[in-house]
């Protein structure tokens, strides 16, 4: 199993760009997330989705689009890139059961220019 | 609104000592996860603690819950340089039968010297 991957693993951009950042997990999952990671700052929730076509939004959602329309991908779109943007970002799945720790991927590094 | 606090946010500590970690947390819940974050990387899970007094322990880490204090502690036995990485707690807000909507601490980031 390939557990959550990330593509792609770095990026640069310039301010008003957008881009859609991947995520695909293999373990059948039915809950996946995404949070962004700044310094000092710890992870936070930017989008969640419980199963295919229903999402959620997290704590810091604005300039973050999401879909589900399948159970294995969840993609974030960012709809106008702004430097404020800049950040590690990681995508998470787990299984039903709150026994069940989240999975992450190995994170992708966004700079915005 | 959930918040939840780590101190301390730097740990740095001698080879073969103990020290504690702290994890407060705002508002009611009992689903708290210990997570590991090595430089550069990805967070790998460490504990899952579901109930008021659960305990758990792996090797020289050992977490617990208070549930009534809402408060998680990392106890660390022993250090070894091995350890040396950034500790999250995270708090997970969903509610009844829904997972995954975590809140996390700022991180510790521990040193272990010699």
């Known amino acids: 199993n390939a557990g959550v991957t990330q593509t792609p693993k770095f990026q640069v951009l310039k301010t008003g760009q957008s881009m859609t950042l991947q995520c695909a997990q293999d373990m059948n999952h039915e809950y996946m997330s995404w949070y962004r990671q700044d310094p000092g700052m710890g992870l936070r929730l930017i989008h969640y989705?419980?199963?295919?076509?229903?999402?959620d939004q997290g704590e810091v959602p604005n300039g973050y689009n999401v879909s589900r329309s399948t159970t294995e991908d969840f993609p974030l779109r960012l709809l106008s890139a702004a430097p404020s943007q800049t950040s590690v970002y990681f995508c998470?799945?787990?299984?039903?059961?709150?026994?069940?720790?989240?999975?992450f991927g190995d994170g992708t590094r966004l700079s915005i220019l | 609104e959930l918040k939840v606090e780590q101190n301390p946010l730097f740990l740095s500590m001698q080879e073969g000592k103990n020290y504690t970690i702290y994890c407060n947390y705002s508002?009611?819940?009992?689903?708290l996860y210990w997570y590991r974050q090595d430089p550069g990387k990805s967070l790998e899970s460490l504990f899952v603690?579901?109930?008021?007094?659960a305990v758990k322990q792996e090797g020289r880490l050992m977490a617990s819950l208070d549930t009534k204090a809402r408060l998680s502690t990392l106890h660390i036995t022993a250090a070894v340089h091995d350890l040396s990485a950034t500790y999250f707690c995270a708090v997970d807000k969903s509610g009844g039968t829904s997972y995954g909507k975590l809140t996390f601490g700022q991180g510790t980031i521990l040193t272990v010297h010699p």
């Open positions: 998470a799945s787990s299984s039903m059961g709150s026994n069940q720790p989240q999975h």
């Open positions: 603690l579901l109930s008021n007094g």
């Open positions: 508002t009611t819940s009992d689903r």
């Open positions: 989705s419980v199963g295919a076509g229903i999402t």
